[in-house]
């Protein structure tokens, strides 16, 4: 089987995600730590605002606006860290669709090398 160049620069982008993976996944596990951690930041920072606003008896609707922004943010994040750590722990050892297929690749050039020779 003949590759095109096209081909040939998508394989050799496969190749180099599977390198890059091995510091790549202490990278992902590190942003879901801070991720996490962000997000019980945030959510101590939402509960001390809230206390402060209730022994004021601050309701208007800068507080509402400001409760809302903080939970989101609080919740984004907790959510991308454990997508993190989800990521990192399926993928630890490389993503397996791309190392068969890298494989198969291998593979079949060495069969085209033996009926070329």
Same mark, same amino acid.
């Given at each position: ?13 496969? +190749?180099?995600?599977? +390198? ?55 919740? #984004?994040?907790?959510? #991308?860290? #454990?997508?993190? #750590? ?16 890298? +494989? ?14």
């Amino acid at each position: 089987m003949e590759f095109t160049s096209q081909e040939m620069k998508l394989i050799g982008r496969l +190749r180099k995600q599977d +390198r890059q993976w091995i510091w790549a996944r202490w990278l992902v596990l590190l942003m879901g730590v801070f991720s996490t951690v962000a997000s019980a930041v945030m959510g101590y920072f939402l509960h001390s605002l809230l206390s402060e606003w209730e022994q004021q008896g601050l309701h208007t609707s800068t507080t509402v606006f400001l409760t809302i922004l903080i939970w989101t943010k609080c919740c #984004f994040y907790l959510g #991308f860290g #454990f997508w993190c #750590f989800v990521t990192a722990i399926v993928k630890w050892h490389g993503d397996v669709n791309r190392m068969l297929l890298l +494989r198969l690749l291998d593979a079949q050039q060495e069969v085209n090398k033996e009926h070329v020779a």
